[in-house]
């Protein structure tokens, strides 16, 4: 046999070896997970343009502690400002205030970096937000922009010369961590969809993946809503997961109560019920009512997302407490298992109380 015939069976190992790795780094790539910090910037910005103040608090220590800066989350609370608003971005910078107070009194004193804020001398600020968002967007921008820069010059100034130039000027974050925090903050508020739109095609041209924008659905999912999770999975072109689940439990408890205790009761279960809303995700109405004529008569309607849910809902202590401070008070209870006949329509039952 020649030597040339060996060695080309090695080369060719070789080089079946390389496309193999070359394809496991590829697919490495395509499956890249956000890291902690990201999920962090993610959840802070979501739940800052929701404004839930106590779960941002929450959110906000878990962010310090995968690594994120005092003033990394300040310039997210900032920027924040630009899409959701002043009153939330300033809840968010007071809750961030009162989060870092509190871990200095518990010892944990967060090193605090002076803001990395270009030196740029620039003369014209539209210019360079018109260049920061050619960056972002990859397409050119004409000035004034079309539509809605030529009927109002005004708001097209501040998006140039504020947003993408101020703002953007500082570089205590990333364009693609800023295109995180819009993303999610879009995706935590209704109505602004052709908005998530763009930001999510500049987010992609930043390096965001589409893996890490489904991961970012779903976080909103577990931060917000589902159906506020489903307006990013719209925008993807990815499956909407249903709100409404097939195994979705209903029930009305009927029960009557003995007169001396209605006083009693009626506090201990609006007690309970607030309990239950406030700190199970599972469930999903729990709203308790009278008879006007008859007081005694109670009836509450309750939504649990599964009957898992449901079974961990007894478990609960406020559960229990409600169970066994009124069992003395119940004259009867029957419970009265429903069937939702028309699910889409229970989306919008609350929907008209302003």
């Known amino acids: 046999m ?14 079946m070896l390389a496309s193999t790795v070359m394809k496991a780094q590829t697919a490495k790539d395509q499956k890249q997970e956000l890291n902690l910090k990201q999920q962090s910037i993610i959840s802070i910005s979501a739940l800052t343009s929701s404004g839930d103040l106590e779960n941002l608090s929450k959110q906000l220590n878990a962010g310090l502690d995968a690594g994120l800066t005092v003033e990394e989350i300040k ?56 260049t920061v968002l050619e960056e972002l967007t990859k397409t050119p921008q004409l000035k004034p922009a079309p539509g809605f820069g030529e009927f109002a010059p005004r708001i097209d100034a501040f998006l140039k010369e504020h947003l993408f130039a101020d703002i953007f000027e500082s570089e205590v974050l990333t364009f693609q961590q800023r295109e995180l925090v819009t993303i999610s903050a879009l995706a935590a508020m209704p109505g602004v969809t052709s908005q998530l739109q763009s930001h999510v095609k500049m987010g992609i041209n930043t390096g965001i993946t589409e893996n890490q924008l489904m991961e ?41 109560i003995l007169p001396k205790y209605l006083f009693d009761y009626n506090a201990i279960l609006k007690e309970e019920a607030a309990a239950s809303i406030k700190k199970e995700p599972g469930v999903i109405a729990i709203f308790p009512m009278s008879g006007k004529e008859q007081p005694t008569q109670i009836r509450i309607i309750e939504i649990y997302t599964d009957n898992a849910a449901y079974q961990s809902h007894l478990k609960t202590s406020h559960f229990q407490h409600y169970k066994t401070a009124t069992l003395k008070m119940v004259k009867s209870l029957k419970l009265v298992d429903m069937n939702a006949l028309d699910s889409e329509t229970m989306l919008e039952i609350f929907k008209k109380l302003k």
């Open 2 to 15: 020649s030597r040339a015939k060996p060695f080309s069976y090695v080369l060719l190992f070789l080089l």
């Open 75 to 130: 310039e997210i609370l900032v920027q924040l400002y630009a899409y959701c608003g002043f009153p939330r971005s300033l809840n968010g910078i007071a809750t961030l205030m009162a989060v870092t107070e509190k871990r200095k009194a518990s010892g944990l004193n967060e090193k605090q970096e002076k803001p990395e804020v270009s030196k740029k001398s620039v003369k014209d600020k539209y210019e360079q937000g018109r």
């Open 216 to 256: 970012i659905a779903d976080l909103i999912e577990k931060f917000v809503s589902r159906t506020q999770a489903n307006s990013l999975r719209q925008v993807l072109a990815k499956p909407a997961v249903p709100v409404i689940e097939n195994g979705m439990m209903v029930r009305i408890s009927e029960i009557e």
